[in-house]
């Protein structure tokens, strides 16, 4: 059974910074891109950040390019999103995401077939 939960999300001021992290079991992580997501109410869930299987592939939704870096830490079955130079627009719930086949990169949401529960970041002006 795959399980992903997410940490790190919480409160933070327009302009500061939040590290999310997600840990993965029930599959074989190395094998896998994970993707980042976010879900701000009233908005579609929008795909902000994906990372290949060995970690040396990254996509960046243009909305975080520059501010958000994402990484993975194959050992530790966890992929990481850094948070920088956060701004209120960010606020959203955010969630980590695994393809449903191994081996594929896509930013498509309805590709991802196990999700995380989410946790929530909010940025205040």
């Known amino acids: 059974q795959v399980q992903l939960a997410e940490s790190g999300g919480g409160l933070v001021q327009a302009g500061g910074s939040l590290r999310l992290s997600c840990a993965a079991s029930?599959?074989?992580?190395?094998?896998?891109?994970m993707g980042w997501f976010r879900q701000a109410p009233g908005k579609d869930r929008e795909c902000i950040a994906v990372?290949?299987?060995?970690?040396?592939?990254?996509y960046y939704a243009d909305s975080v390019k520059g501010r958000f870096t994402i990484s993975r830490d194959n050992a530790k079955k966890t992929v990481f999103l850094q948070m920088d130079s956060l701004k209120p627009g960010d606020t959203a719930v955010y969630y980590c995401?695994?393809?449903?086949?191994?081996?594929?990169?896509?930013?498509?949401?309805?590709?991802?077939?196990?999700w995380g529960q989410g946790t929530q970041v909010t940025v205040s002006s």
């Open positions: 029930g599959l074989t992580f190395s094998s896998y891109a």
């Open positions: 990372i290949n299987w060995s970690g040396d592939n990254t």
């Open positions: 995401a695994a393809p449903k086949d191994s081996f594929l990169f896509t930013v498509v949401p309805g590709s991802y077939g196990y």
